[in-house]
């Protein structure tokens, strides 16, 4: 008896054939994934509810919460990507900075870091010093399925800024003079920061995250000048850390003078705040990266036509670009309304193009 042939099985999608890593590595899709920066939390009130009576750098590093945090969003929004529940300077503490997260604040450090002594503070991130992060991500990845996993990592620029003006500052008035004063102190700590940075990235996907965004918060207040010469090497440095494993996302606020710049430091997508326009950003960026954005989030509060006009726009403005990730041009703001953001994200799924 002949026995019949048996059609082989075709394979369950994973996360690296997923919409946001098509997407990030430059390949143009249907139509766009979608994900929103800090949307885990904030907005959502099954995000407070799980984090009352618990500080902040404890939620970041509890495996447990982490995984609940990072998840909700997804559940919620049907978002096409979950982004890592982190914060800027948990690897800093990791490494033993003294700081805290004080509500109504940001981060605090203790001691500011002004002098070559200071340095001695600041040793180098090893995987075994943040077991807790690859719990979290495996936990993560075993929970998202085919739903890729972006992780997450401070910038060197940016978390320089915490370390030497002890917090958030308006003017960055110590982190420049430092910066400018002595160069070579600049350049030495943000050596040691662009470590951390890639560090703290590679132990994510090696816990098995499909993508990464280096963001770069305070980058915005220099000159183009000034982030070539004291910043871009340490930020390549970070990226180079990473490079060939998982599309890379670099974004920055308040950056379209630098954007070219930034791409340049080893990037497939580069991210695009709000207050340019995704085609200004494709010229500057010599259409050659993936871009992401870049809906402005106050535009949340407005009527729903105006933010569906807003959403078809810059979809239609991401068809031009070697890989589009709609985003917003900044985080969600905490007061936004959540149903708004699961409105955003039925949109963009259903804006097909049948020509791609």
């Known amino acids: 008896m002949t026995t019949p042939a048996t059609t082989p099985a075709t394979p369950t999608p994973g996360p690296a054939?997923?919409?946001?890593?098509?997407?990030?590595r430059g390949e143009r899709l249907d139509r766009p994934p979608v994900w929103f920066m800090r949307q885990a939390g904030r907005s959502l009130p099954e995000y407070r509810e799980v984090r009352e009576g618990t500080t902040m750098l404890e939620s970041c590093r509890r495996p447990d919460l982490v995984t609940e945090i990072t998840l909700q969003p997804v559940r919620r929004h049907g978002v096409?990507?979950?982004?890592?529940?982190s914060d800027i300077?948990?690897?800093?503490?990791?490494?033993?900075?003294?700081?805290?997260?004080?509500?109504?604040?940001?981060?605090?450090?203790?001691?500011?870091?002004?002098?070559?002594?200071?340095?001695?503070?600041?040793?180098?991130?090893?995987?075994?010093?943040?077991?807790?992060?690859?719990?979290?991500?495996?936990?993560?990845?075993?929970?998202?399925?085919?739903?890729?996993?972006?992780?997450?990592?401070?910038?060197?620029f940016t978390l320089?800024?915490?370390?030497?003006?002890?917090?958030?500052?308006?003017?960055h008035e110590h982190t420049k003079a430092l910066m400018h004063g002595d160069p070579q102190l600049w350049h030495d700590?943000?050596?040691?920061?662009?470590?951390?940075?890639?560090?703290?990235?590679t132990v994510q996907i090696d816990a098995g995250a499909s993508a990464i965004q280096l963001f770069d918060s305070w980058v915005g207040y220099l000159s183009r000048a000034d982030y070539e010469r004291y910043v871009r090497p340490h930020s390549a440095r970070a990226l180079e850390a990473v490079a060939g494993r998982v599309p890379r996302i670099h974004?920055?606020?308040?950056?379209?003078?630098?954007?070219?710049?930034m791409a340049e430091a080893g990037t497939e997508c580069i991210g695009v705040d709000y207050r340019v326009d995704l085609l200004d950003a494709l010229e500057r960026t010599g259409g050659r990266y993936a871009v992401q954005g870049n809906l402005d989030p106050a535009l949340l509060f407005a009527p729903w036509e105006v933010v569906e006009r807003e959403v078809r726009r810059i979809v239609d403005e991401g068809r031009q670009a070697p890989g589009h990730v709609f985003n917003l041009g900044h985080g969600?703001?905490?007061?936004?309304?959540?149903?708004?953001?699961?409105?955003?994200?039925?949109?963009?799924?259903?804006l097909g193009d049948d020509s791609a």
């Open 17 to 24: 054939d997923s919409l946001l890593v098509r997407a990030a």
């Open 80 to 85: 096409d990507a979950a982004i890592f529940f």
């Open 89 to 156: 300077v948990v690897p800093l503490q990791a490494v033993g900075v003294d700081l805290d997260i004080v509500a109504g604040v940001g981060p605090v450090v203790e001691e500011p870091f002004r002098s070559r002594a200071d340095l001695a503070r600041l040793p180098e991130l090893t995987p075994d010093l943040v077991p807790d992060i690859t719990e979290s991500v495996r936990l993560l990845v075993a929970e998202l399925g085919a739903t890729p996993l972006i992780g997450f990592s401070g910038a060197p």
């Open 160 to 171: 320089a800024s915490y370390l030497v003006e002890g917090g958030p500052s308006r003017n």
């Open 189 to 201: 700590l943000c050596a040691r920061l662009a470590q951390i940075a890639g560090a703290y990235l």
């Open 251 to 261: 974004f920055g606020v308040g950056t379209g003078e630098l954007l070219g710049s």
């Open 332 to 350: 969600v703001l905490p007061t936004t309304d959540p149903t708004m953001l699961t409105r955003v994200v039925e949109l963009v799924h259903s």
